[in-house]
T-cell receptor, first 114, second 112 residues
Framework: DAGVTQSPTHLIKTRGQQVTLRCSPK?????VSWYQQALGQGPQFIFQ???????QRGNFPDRFSGHQFPNYSSELNVNALLLGDSALYLC?????????????FGPGTRLTVL | SQQGEEDPQALSIQEGENATMNCSYK?????LQWYRQNSGRGLVHLIL?????REKHSGRLRVTLDTSKKSSSLLITASRAADTASYFC????????????FGQGTRLTINP
């Protein structure tokens, strides 16, 4: 049973560029959440997708957008990259109706913006 | 903004000793979870405690929750070198799939 997978592992971009990160949830999970973790900080919630729609959103600008596909996998897109977007991006999957909700995290994508 | 604060920010102990980390939070919660992170990699779920529970055990881990003080503690007994990692508490505010609000973590180092 595969856990949460993310790709790519590492990515280097320059300011102003656009990036797409990918996540496949744990088998049986239908909800994907994305988090940004700056160096030395705890993860911060970006948004959550369920039934191919954004259900909750954290305090992130519209440059951050996402998508969920029918197979529950998800993408995170960031436009007009800034130096401050350099971080570890974590994807977590869960099952919407579970209570309480345990989220399982992928290994993350390390994004460096130069 | 962060919901919780872990204390201490860093902890260094000898192998075999017990390690205690604390977490405080600000709002009412549905549950509180503890995660471990090794060297900036993915988070590993350790234990979840519901708001109506006061204590929970899992192997060498013991978690307590005091909702009146809005605080939790994680105790790791008989520490091992492999326990070296950052530990985060995360609060879940509602039932069902939810966003987790993390603290800034405690960096634990186990010295052989």
């Amino acid at each position: 049973d595969a856990g949460v997978t993310q790709s790519p592992t590492h990515l280097i971009k320059t300011r102003g560029q656009q990036v797409t990160l990918r996540c496949s949830p744990k088998s049986g999970h239908d909800t994907v959440s994305w988090y940004q973790q700056a160096l030395g900080q705890g993860p911060q919630f970006i948004f959550q997708y369920y039934e191919e729609e954004e259900r909750q959103r954290g305090n992130f600008p519209d440059r951050f957008s996402g998508h969920q596909f029918p197979n529950y996998s998800s993408e995170l897109n960031v436009n007009a990259l800034l130096l401050g977007d350099s971080a570890l991006y974590l994807c977590a999957s869960s099952f919407m109706t579970s209570n309480p909700d345990t989220q399982y995290f992928g290994p993350g994508t390390r994004l460096t913006v130069l | 903004s962060q919901q919780g604060e872990e204390d201490p920010q860093a902890l260094s102990i000898q192998e075999g000793e017990n390690a205690t980390m604390n977490c405080s939070y600000k709002t009412s919660i549905n549950n509180l979870q503890w995660y471990r992170q090794n060297s900036g990699r993915g988070l590993v779920h350790l234990i979840l405690i519901r708001s109506n529970e006061r204590e929970k055990h899992s192997g060498r881990l013991r978690v307590t929750l005091d909702t009146s003080k809005k605080s939790s503690s994680l105790l790791i007994t008989a520490s091992r070198a492999a326990d070296t990692a950052s530990y985060f508490c995360a609060t879940g505010l509602i039932q069902g799939a939810q966003k987790l609000v993390f603290g800034q973590g405690t960096r634990l180092t186990i010295n052989p």
